[in-house]
Structures are given as structure tokens and as C-alpha cells.
């Protein structure tokens, strides 16, 4: 059983270790956030 | 016209076992750009000299920080693998050593992948500076090796990259290495070949570039209409 609302959490607490002010790695962060929500679709 | 709710799962009819992994490997991919550009201050691969997949799958697997996204360890080897493969030269894949789920997931994040790039390349809040990879934009043409082989083989070879104008082939490149027709179908439909070429032909002030990008998509138009 896969939980896709923990993988995104557990995604989000580890990239926020990270500094959120630089915007290559918001950036990288919305890529991934996207392709996740390409996977799964919007509806 | 498809509709913009389904996701690239719900097109390849994936239960939702294999949506939900599918999903994670998205959530995964890149993980491994987070310590690359905290270690080297750049996400290329080449400068770093850090293999971003190799560096995703150490942080996910090293001390088995996996088990805090997934506790059930049966999926672990189609998550590694696809993550692996998701930025290898498709010749370099091995597809054949490859189990039927392992091909199948591997293909699938490479497809979201190049899904997103065309988004982000093609987006007019995104800086072509941000998406090129060189600081000199004063570049003539493209090489004509690169364009010749490109025509004859629908591959680049990455090593003979050597400027922004050499650069644009690889966005073209992309076309020709994608597994499933409805991410092609999407590539058209949002016309993303189409906006990249305006958006390179306002940037580059070369004509030859200009003409040269047009014979790329025009490469790419054929090979569209094959499809």
C-alpha cells in the first residue's frame, strides 16, 4: 500500500532542509511537484 | 481534445496500485538535486560531477530513508532502476535487462520528466538563461555535424555540445525519446515545439540559427505526422 499524501509530506519536510529563499531549488522543487501531478492528474 | 483533470496513469490504464508508484517515483526522481547543488552550488551533472539519479537513489536507499515514504520494501528495485534510468541516453538503458514492471515505470518517469521540461522551457515566466546552459549567447549557428546526425539518427550526441546553439538540438532531441503516444499527443496539443522555436528565434539574433531551428522542427514536424 502506497500513501501518495505521506510520499508528498515526507517530500516536503525533506526538501524544506533546504533553503527555500534560492530559486534553483524552488524551482527543482515545483519540477517535481509537477511531473508527481502529471502522474496523477488534477481530478 | 484530452481532457486536462487525467493524469499520464489514468492514460496507460494503471491500477491503483501502480498510479500510486508511479506518482511516488515522481515525488523521487530528483530527489538527489538537493544535496547536489548544496554539495556543488550548480545542478549540472557534468560541473558537479555528481550523477543526480545516483545521488537520488543514495539518499533515498543509504540508511534506508525509503521506509519513511513506503514501508512495504517490494516495490524498492523498480523505484531504484527507474530512477536510475530516468536521465540515461535511452541506448545506455539496457531495456532488455530489464523486467517487464521495472521497463514499464522507467519509461513512465521519463516521459512525465521530459513532459515537464517541454512546460518549463516553453514557459514565458522561465528566463531562456535559466533554461540554456552557457552565459555566451553570441553564437552563430548550430553545428552541422550535430543537425546532420540529429536528421539521420533522431539522436544527439551530447559530448559534441559545445554552445547555446548547440543546445536547442537537445529540446528537439527529446521528440524522438518518448515511449507513450498520449505524451506526444500532449506535446502537440499544447504546441510546445512551436512556442520553443518563437522563444529561441526572439533570443538568438543569428539568422542561421533562426533557419536552423526551423529545419529542427520542421524534423519534427514529420515525425509527427508519421505518428
Same mark, same amino acid.
Given at each position: =500500500?502506497?500513501?501518495?499524501? #505521506?510520499?508528498?509530506?515526507?517530500?516536503?519536510?525533506?526538501?524544506?532542509?533546504? #533553503?527555500?529563499?534560492?530559486?534553483?531549488?524552488?524551482?527543482?522543487? #515545483?519540477?517535481? =511537484?509537477?511531473?508527481?501531478?502529471?502522474?496523477?492528474?488534477?481530478? | 481534445?484530452?481532457?486536462?483533470?487525467?493524469?499520464?496513469?489514468?492514460?496507460?490504464?494503471?491500477?491503483?496500485?501502480?498510479?500510486?508508484?508511479?506518482?511516488?517515483?515522481?515525488?523521487?526522481?530528483?530527489? *538527489?538535486?538537493?544535496?547536489?547543488?548544496?554539495?556543488?552550488? @550548480?545542478? !549540472?551533472?557534468?560541473?558537479?560531477?555528481?550523477?543526480? !539519479?545516483?545521488?537520488?537513489?543514495?539518499?533515498?536507499?543509504?540508511?534506508?530513508?525509503?521506509?519513511?515514504?513506503?514501508?512495504?520494501?517490494?516495490?524498492?528495485?523498480?523505484?531504484?532502476?527507474?530512477?536510475?534510468?530516468?536521465?540515461?541516453?535511452?541506448?545506455?538503458? *539496457? /531495456?532488455?535487462?530489464?523486467?517487464?514492471?521495472?521497463?514499464?515505470?522507467?519509461?513512465?518517469?521519463?516521459?512525465?520528466?521530459?513532459?515537464?521540461?517541454?512546460?518549463?522551457?516553453?514557459?514565458?515566466?522561465?528566463?531562456?538563461?535559466?533554461?540554456?546552459?552557457?552565459?555566451?549567447?553570441?553564437?552563430?549557428?548550430?553545428?552541422?555535424?550535430?543537425?546532420? /546526425?540529429?536528421? @539521420?539518427?533522431?539522436?544527439?550526441?551530447?559530448?559534441?555540445?559545445?554552445?547555446?546553439?548547440?543546445?536547442?538540438?537537445?529540446?528537439?532531441?527529446? %521528440?524522438?525519446?518518448?515511449? /507513450?503516444? %498520449?505524451?506526444?499527443?500532449?506535446?502537440?496539443?499544447?504546441?510546445?515545439?512551436?512556442?520553443? @522555436?518563437?522563444?529561441?528565434?526572439?533570443?538568438? @539574433? !543569428?539568422?542561421?540559427?533562426?533557419?536552423?531551428?526551423?529545419?529542427?522542427?520542421?524534423?519534427?514536424?514529420?515525425?509527427?505526422?508519421?505518428?
Amino acid at each position: =500500500m502506497i500513501d501518495t499524501k #505521506n510520499i508528498k509530506e515526507e517530500f516536503l519536510r525533506y526538501t524544506s532542509n533546504y #533553503n527555500p529563499e534560492n530559486e534553483r531549488i524552488k524551482a527543482k522543487i #515545483n519540477h517535481t =511537484m509537477r511531473v508527481a501531478r502529471k502522474l496523477q492528474g488534477s481530478c | 481534445m484530452l481532457g486536462n483533470c487525467k493524469g499520464l496513469a489514468n492514460y496507460l490504464n494503471l491500477s491503483g496500485d501502480y498510479t500510486n508508484l508511479a506518482i511516488a517515483i515522481g515525488y523521487f526522481h530528483d530527489i *538527489g538535486r538537493f544535496e547536489q547543488i548544496r554539495i556543488a552550488n @550548480t545542478f !549540472s551533472d557534468k560541473e558537479s560531477k555528481i550523477n543526480h !539519479s545516483e545521488m537520488s537513489v543514495k539518499v533515498l536507499f543509504e540508511n534506508n530513508y525509503i521506509r519513511k515514504f513506503i514501508k512495504d520494501s517490494c516495490y524498492d528495485q523498480i523505484i531504484k532502476l527507474a530512477i536510475l534510468n530516468h536521465n540515461k541516453s535511452s541506448y545506455d538503458i *539496457g /531495456f532488455d535487462n530489464l523486467s517487464e514492471k521495472e521497463a514499464l515505470f522507467t519509461k513512465i518517469i521519463r516521459d512525465a520528466d521530459k513532459l515537464d521540461i517541454f512546460y518549463t522551457i516553453t514557459d514565458p515566466n522561465r528566463s531562456m538563461e535559466s533554461i540554456f546552459w552557457y552565459s555566451d549567447w553570441d553564437t552563430k549557428e548550430i553545428n552541422k555535424d550535430i543537425i546532420k /546526425f540529429f536528421e @539521420t539518427n533522431h539522436y544527439i550526441d551530447y559530448s559534441q555540445i559545445n554552445n547555446n546553439a548547440d543546445v536547442i538540438t537537445t529540446y528537439y532531441a527529446y %521528440i524522438f525519446d518518448l515511449y /507513450f503516444p %498520449i505524451t506526444l499527443q500532449l506535446i502537440k496539443e499544447h504546441k510546445y515545439l512551436d512556442i520553443l @522555436t518563437q522563444r529561441i528565434c526572439n533570443k538568438f @539574433t !543569428s539568422p542561421i540559427v533562426h533557419e536552423q531551428t526551423k529545419q529542427l522542427l520542421e524534423i519534427c514536424h514529420k515525425y509527427f505526422t508519421k505518428k
